[in-house]
């Protein structure tokens, strides 16, 4: 196993056994304990009753008698591997959101703020034509559903997290809030979730980045964020975040964007994905009476994937396939496919697989889905490919291409790149499943950003671009 340990502080390496600190998990593990006594007792409701059609006790975040937010170690994978300046500010967080998992007046403004903000619950949508696409020449084939993630408020699933860490900096007290962004879409929903809970923000994202999502830029700055451009991209950029916060730990909050770093960012950033399987569940038993067959969902750092899978993680007969960027091909070696080229390493505080080389350096990704450019994964989709639990598979470039394509023109849906990885899985995976199957599709976020980016590349394959072309991708010059 290569161990290469890169700290949250460029430029500095740590041992593992130094650097690898323990967890206050006494602490949070009481609090949880007594909480959970005082939720039962009490009777209190899940206040997501607000949000449901149906009697269902359907909790927003976690459901206190099943779920277990953990010491952040997910078999060898995850950790905190932090300096000691960080461990404090980690470990009020962690105690912080272990009592918001069941606290009733938060989870009730979670619960307002995700029907009546961001738009929740998002439609379980029946692609009928893509499902006839797919059909085989007896006429048999699965059924395609499709995760409407793209339908929430600033266009992805990034938001359902934006919204409940903002709500978490403020009760920590923080004034400001600092988080980077690869394709916009956590910036935009940062920065949309700081204006309503009126926090500072700033945001950011490498100048290659700021290019190609130039119109996430203009949002981010509409909705009063500081966007400051980092040399590089995504994986530059959090470096950069993490290194703003370190510099303002009693004020700032680090909000992370997926299922990545130290303890206990990626349990929570699962947790307030989670509601996205939560529904998939109860819509799949209200449509069909039963559970979904096969769950997709594209991986970039895994907070999409794992907001839908984590509900079936206990239902074996659940297929969970992610899809990883292929980039130029696997062997090209311009890719973002760390599960399936990756090592064992240490990145931005946590253990997981990750892009690297013979001396532990970061390879940097590529994938024309910017927001899947990330070297490392998260630790609990690490432990999910070593168990077997989940599959994983890759899509090209191209192939996500033709797959954003086809969505287009078939359903009249634009979806992001990203999710564009997931759906082109389907070429793949359809011929393989038996008729009347069950497929959901996680359409992570909307595809409006990625508009210049596939005309260009259709201009740059057919060699002349129509003149309108040329207008529109004029004026999307970076602001
Ligand atoms: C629409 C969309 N889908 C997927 C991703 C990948 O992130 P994650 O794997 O955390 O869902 C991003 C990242 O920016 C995104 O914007």
């Not at 602490?27 to 949880?32: D, E, F, H, L, Q």
């Not at 006790?57 to 960080?86: H, Q, S, W």
């Not at 750092?301 to 899978?309: E, H, I, M, P, T």
Request: aromatic share 6%; proline share 4%; with cysteine.
């Amino acid at each position: 196993m290569a161990c290469n340990l890169h700290s949250v502080l460029p430029g500095r390496k740590f041992a593992a056994t130094s650097c690898q600190l323990m967890v206050n998990t006494k602490m949070g593990n009481a609090s949880v304990a007594s909480l959970n006594s005082t939720v039962t007792s009490t009777g209190i409701p899940g206040p997501s009753t607000l949000i449901m059609r149906k009697s269902l006790t359907e909790r927003i975040l976690l459901e206190p008698a099943e779920r277990k937010v953990g010491n952040g170690k997910f078999g060898r994978f995850g950790g905190k591997y932090v300096p000691e300046t960080l461990i404090t500010s980690l470990n009020m967080l962690e105690a912080e959101f272990h009592l918001v998992l069941h606290d009733a007046d938060f989870q009730a403004e979670l619960a307002t703020a995700l029907r009546d903000y961001i738009g929740r619950e998002t439609p379980l949508y029946f692609a009928r034509r893509l499902t006839d696409h797919y059909k085989n020449n007896r006429g048999e084939g699965p059924e395609i559903y499709l995760k409407r993630e793209d339908l929430n408020h600033t266009g992805a699933h990034k938001i359902n997290n934006a919204i409940g860490q903002a709500m978490l900096a403020k009760r920590l007290g923080r004034r400001s809030v600092v988080a980077a962004t690869g394709a916009g879409q956590h910036g935009v929903a940062t920065a949309a979730a700081c204006a309503k809970l009126s926090l500072e923000c700033t945001i950011f994202m490498g100048n290659i980045d700021m290019e190609k999502q130039s119109s996430s830029v203009l949002l981010m700055k509409l909705l009063g964020a500081q966007v400051k451009c980092v040399d590089g991209n995504f994986k530059d950029a959090t470096s950069e975040a993490i290194r703003d916060w370190i510099g303002n730990l009693e004020t700032s909050y680090y909000l992370p964007g997926s299922v990545v770093g130290p303890h206990p960012c990626p349990s929570m950033v699962r947790e307030f994905q989670s509601v996205i399987g939560k529904e998939t569940r109860r819509q799949a038993m209200e449509r069909w009476g039963g559970k979904p067959d096969v769950l997709l969902a594209c991986i970039g750092s895994g907070s999409n994937a794992l907001g839908l899978f984590y509900e079936f993680i206990r239902d074996d007969d659940v297929r969970l396939i992610g899809i990883e960027a292929a980039g130029s091909g696997l062997e090209s070696g311009r890719h973002s496919a760390t599960l399936a080229k990756g090592e064992v390493g240490v990145y931005h505080g946590a253990m997981s697989y990750l892009l690297q080389d013979e001396e532990g350096q970061i390879i940097g990704p590529h994938s024309i889905g910017v927001g899947l450019e990330y070297p490392g994964v998260g630790p609990e989709l690490s432990f999910l490919k070593d168990t077997g639990r989940a599959e994983f598979h890759t899509a090209t470039d191209q192939e996500a291409l033709d797959a954003y394509a086809l969505l287009c023109r078939l359903e009249g849906i634009f979806p992001a790149l990203e999710a564009s990885h997931a759906l082109a899985y389907l070429e793949k995976l359809c011929p393989t499943l038996p008729n009347g199957t069950k497929v959901v599709v996680n359409c992570s976020g909307r595809g409006d950003k990625d508009a210049a980016t596939v005309f260009k590349r259709k201009q740059d394959i057919n060699g002349a671009m129509h003149a309108s072309f040329s207008l529109l991708l004029n004026s999307c010059k970076p602001p």
